[in-house]
């Protein structure tokens, strides 16, 4: 995987930052960490470097919430000209904000499990047996 590149959104604390970390010591050699800042996202790879001794981090500001953000981080993973072999989409708090997530059709056909009603598990095997 010496030739690997990865990008890690969310990459500035929790699961992200652990993620970036692991795939620095599975030997990919360029790991971009993503902030909602510049300034956000240097401090982690400087961290990174330093905690893991590996100079395979590359800051990269995002903000999802601002959508000339998105476009100047996908120019310049663009710029790279080598596929991103490893991507975790780890960004996004909700906050304060109202959100309700609902499942889409089509996650419901990929999961049938969704569609049926309060039927019990004893109802549902029933059913089963006897299609």
Known sequence: MEYSIALVTGATSGIGYATASILAAKGFR???VTGQ????????????A??????VFTPLELDLDAPT???????????QGRPIAFLLLNAGWIGAKE?????SP????????LNRSKES??????????E
């Open 30 to 32: 360029q790991v971009f």
């Open 37 to 48: 800042t510049l300034a956000r996202a240097q401090e982690t790879a400087t961290r990174l």
């Open 50 to 55: 330093v905690e893991f001794k590996s100079q």
């Open 69 to 79: 953000s998105v476009t100047t981080a996908l120019a310049k993973l663009a710029v």
């Open 99 to 103: 959100r309700v997530l609902t499942a």
């Open 106 to 113: 089509a996650w419901t056909y990929l999961n049938p499990s």
């Open 121 to 130: 598990s004893s109802e549902r095997t029933q059913k089963n047996e006897a």
